[in-house]
């Protein structure tokens, strides 16, 4: 018989512990659901966090631009610079505001974006009615704007500014009356409920003094990597402009979900540590309870090396199961997760992903197969680095000394 298809017998058979062995059985089980429930819960939590920070980032460069440029000296020349760089996919001039949005029925604050129709149908967010885009009255509303305000497409509302204009008589606010173009759900409650789209005209005229005073520069690149080269070339242009990326102006937001997914990850991963002393007890009483077999077979012949490994592969047994176990349902759990969202909710009549807290509608998720590779060799590694002190101090047993000790 081979030596290692008897060696891994052996640790097959320790680890089924006989009725006066109970305690070992489940002390191994403990070690098992432990290992199990920590990988299943590592894959579930890291799959949703980096699904929200992908689908977050995403829908918020949607509304945003990659790069702005604030206050530049000289736009225009400026503006056409930029869109010759090679990197650069879309750039236009842009006006950002506060105002009063006003139907017949209600009203409500929001954030006016002030652009050119052309350049706001470049964007990926529009996934209303769009026929009537270029209606030189038209605005665009955030999905739950409509809502709150009750206005739909072809209704007429009334944008109201900030800027106050003064005169002999009295000081009015300034005011316009658009007509609902379209409609757009960017999937991000906090773009939705407050972001409107306005005529960039009409934006200078609300908010500006003079049609001749220019906004900012809203630039995107091709790709999100891009963005530090392309802010390079920028300066390149003019090292006196202010130039401000998506990740310096919502630097506490991004920095607050890489810490809450590290923080995350380490407190999953307390688990597999207290699975890990789990299995270190777990394999430590089976050598005290295996003394007398461990006496007879080094009598007949077996090596210490063989002994260790008898105890090392009955750790094996448990770590290896319990991690795939634990990927398989990992896995399972994150694939299905909108479902049992959806399940749960019906059951308890509670609701889990609230999106006025998270922004987003849906529970995002991105499971990467790397990240689940990773966690099972981390996973593996303690769990067996675990199992190798106890696997190790049995193979040191004499077989004189145990003899002995049990006379």
């Excluded at 003094?209 to 392309?230: H, W």
């Excluded at 461990?294 to 090396?305: D, H, N, R, T, Y």
């Excluded at 696997?391 to 003899?403: D, G, N, W």
């Amino acid at each position: 018989m081979n030596k290692y298809f008897l060696e891994m017998w052996l640790a097959w058979r320790y680890i089924k512990a006989k009725h006066r062995e109970g305690f070992i059985s489940v002390s191994a089980l403990f070690s098992f659901l432990g290992i199990f429930i920590g990988v299943a819960s590592l894959i579930i939590i890291i799959s949703i966090m980096d699904g929200y920070e992908r689908d977050f980032i995403s829908r918020m460069l949607g509304i945003n631009g990659h790069i702005t440029v604030i206050d530049p000296p000289d736009p225009k020349n400026l503006l056409m610079d930029i869109k010759k760089l090679p990197n650069v996919n879309f750039a236009a001039e842009v006006l950002f505001e506060n105002g009063i949005i006003a139907s017949k029925y209600n009203s409500k604050g929001v954030f006016i974006r002030c652009m050119e129709f052309v350049d706001i149908m470049e964007k990926p967010i529009i996934s209303g009615d769009v026929k009537n885009i270029n209606e030189e009255f038209g605005i665009i509303l955030g999905e739950e704007v409509a809502m709150e305000i009750n206005a739909k497409v072809g209704d007429s509302i009334k944008l109201i500014s900030t800027m106050i204009d003064t005169s002999a008589i009295a000081s009015i606010p300034r005011s316009k009356t658009f007509k609902v173009s379209a409609i757009f759900n960017s999937g991000m409650h906090e773009y939705d409920s407050t972001t409107v789209f306005i005529p960039l005209k009409y934006g200078k005229m609300l908010f500006l003094n003079s049609k001749e005073e220019f906004g900012y520069i809203e630039v995107i690149t091709k790709d999100i990597s891009l963005i530090d080269s392309v802010v390079s070339q920028i300066l390149n242009i003019d090292r006196s402009l202010e130039v401000v990326d998506w990740k310096r102006s919502n630097r506490a937001l991004t920095d607050a979900i890489e810490m809450e997914r590290n923080v995350m990850f380490f407190i999953l991963f307390l688990i597999i540590i207290v699975a890990s002393f789990n299995m270190i007890s777990a394999i430590t009483m089976m050598v005290q309870s295996k003394n007398k077999e461990i006496a007879i077979l080094k009598i007949m012949g077996m090596e210490s090396i063989s002994i260790m490994r008898i105890f090392l592969f009955s750790g094996c047994i448990i770590c290896f199961s319990a991690t795939f176990l634990g990927m398989l349902f990992g896995i399972i759990v994150t694939l299905n997760l909108e479902n049992i969202k959806f399940f749960i909710e019906s059951m308890l009549s509670i609701t889990i992903f609230d999106p006025q807290v998270y922004f987003l509608k849906n529970i995002p998720v991105k499971l990467s197969p790397l990240t689940v590779v990773y966690i099972c060799m981390l996973s593996s590694c303690i769990s067996i680095l675990s199992a190798l002190y106890p696997s190790f101090k049995a193979s040191r047993k004499m077989p004189v000394s145990i003899l002995r000790d049990d006379l």
